[in-house]
């Protein structure tokens, strides 16, 4: 039989990725001007950002599936819900790391409490860890998965009003790049933006569809390992 | 919302309390030794930072003291397996969550009816203090939040392996924004730096942390005890 070869989803993302990363990682070290006031190192910021919008993004996909999982109880849907709740720790930690190196060029201090930025992302790094002991103290099944979706639903609510609360509680240090009256940036510095937020963001999609494909890969070992116990 | 049952529910947990007092005593003495160890941690005699590092341990001490209170809730149910006659009732499951988030903000007043003087007591007597309306308010806010909140991982954690260990990692991410809010309004009301409008703003986002968590918590709560 003739074997056809298929272009699957995880292929293709990691081939977008693939091309992205590269062209985003050029913009940064040769196209874009460096910034007037933080000179060459300011490029962390297309980084940086990039990682954190992605790591909510991330975590707003995991947050859904945990939402369907609770409306419809279909299994797939707490794979669906954990694995970007898995790649949400990744990216958080980058967060955290690419913001502490800004921090330490922009401001001396290899952690800056004022900024608003670094400290929302550090209770939401934590509420990860915190989504995580609860997972594995709980044996795998449909009880895992409930208990599971209930804690990330409840990160929808952290979010934002951690994003609220430091706003309120803190004076402003951290650089405000998007205004409500638009972009805070010249066009060459826009356009590295969005293909770095494009390329993190496909980085994102590609690692979430292998990752799944691993896991199903292993529920299906795992029943057929059963099933060998059974007709043995 | 059917009253009588929650009235029940409520009486319930109350009468568990004053017959085993288990749960206030534990906390209040906690809190009590809490503040003797902050007391010393900030310097003994002279106080280091002043009230407005006091002020702020004290919001510890409230997230702390309500931890240990809350590592109780549902114990009841779970040793005594009571969860299965409560769970035959025919009433809505939303309405353990509301019974049990009622009973922990009474058994956290209670304490702080005795924490808060011995608060002022053992800090705030010998300088300038916060404003005590706005301690008073901030407080009460943050208990209908602590316990809206704390109800619903009590009951996540309550059959969970390593329960003790992992309720509090469960729900401290949870606390740092309300006590970054509340630290914030009390000490700013410490003089000479007042501001009006800003506690009033503060205040608002502890009313809207306790809005939040009691939709999430009344909407959750069903799956949390569905076996």
Not at chain 1, 191 to 202: D, E, G, N, Q, Y
Not at chain 2, 189 to 202: A, D, F, K, M, V
Request: proline share 3%.
């Amino acid at each position: 039989m003739a074997h056809t070869a298929r272009l699957d989803r995880a292929t293709a993302a990691t081939l977008v990725a693939a091309l992205l990363m590269p062209a985003a990682v050029a913009l940064i070290f040769f196209y874009v001007p460096s910034d007037v006031d933080q000179g060459y190192s300011q490029r962390i910021f297309y980084l940086h950002v990039q990682i954190a919008l992605t790591t909510y993004t991330i975590f707003g996909g995991g947050a859904v599936n945990a939402a369907r999982y609770l409306w419809t109880g279909r299994e797939e849907l707490d794979l669906q819900s954990y694995v970007p709740m898995h790649l949400g720790v990744i990216f958080g930690s980058l967060t955290l790391i690419t913001g502490s190196i800004w921090a330490h060029i922009s401001w001396g201090t290899w952690w800056d409490w004022g900024s608003r930025e670094l400290n929302t992302f550090l209770i939401i790094f934590l509420f990860y860890c915190a989504y995580f002991m609860l997972r594995f103290s709980v044996e795998p099944g449909e009880r895992r998965a409930r208990y599971s979706a209930v804690y990330a639903l409840l990160g929808v609510g952290l979010i934002p009003l951690s994003v609220l609360a430091v706003r309120i509680a803190q004076d402003a240090l951290h650089p405000i790049v998007f205004r409500s009256n638009g972009v805070n940036m010249d066009g060459s510095m826009f356009l590295t933006f969005l293909v770095a937020l494009a390329a993190m963001l496909s980085l994102a999609v590609s690692m979430y569809l292998v990752e799944m494909r691993g896991k199903r890969v292993d529920e299906r070992m795992a029943q057929l390992r059963r099933l060998a116990r059974g007709a043995a | 919302m059917n009253g009588r049952a929650v009235r029940a529910l409520i009486r319930k947990d109350v009468l568990v309390e004053l017959r085993g007092r288990e749960v206030v005593p534990s906390m209040a003495v906690f809190v009590g030794a809490a503040f003797v160890l902050f007391r010393f941690g900030l310097g003994g005699t002279e106080l280091a930072g002043g009230t407005r590092a006091a002020t702020g341990m004290l919001w510890v001490a409230i997230v702390f003291t309500a931890l240990v209170g809350l590592s109780r809730a549902f114990a009841h149910e779970r040793e005594g397996r009571t969860w299965d006659g409560l769970l035959a009732a025919p009433v809505d499951r939303a309405l353990f969550w509301f019974a049990r988030t009622c009973s922990t903000f009474l058994f956290l007043v209670a304490v702080q009816v005795l924490a808060l003087p011995a608060f002022w007591l053992f800090f705030l007597q010998e300088q300038a203090g916060p404003s005590y309306p706005v301690l008073v308010a901030a407080v009460l806010l943050a208990d209908v939040g602590i316990a809206c909140l704390g109800s619903l991982l009590a009951g996540l954690a309550s059959s969970v392996r390593a329960r003790e260990v992992l309720l509090p990692a469960l729900y401290l991410p949870f606390s740092i924004p309300l006590v970054l809010t509340a630290v914030r309004v009390t000490t700013d009301t410490i003089p000479p730096q007042t501001s009006g409008l800003e506690t009033l703003e503060r205040l608002g986002f502890l009313a809207l942390y306790d809005t939040v968590f009691a939709l999430l918590g009344w909407a959750l709560f069903e799956y949390v005890v569905e076996d």
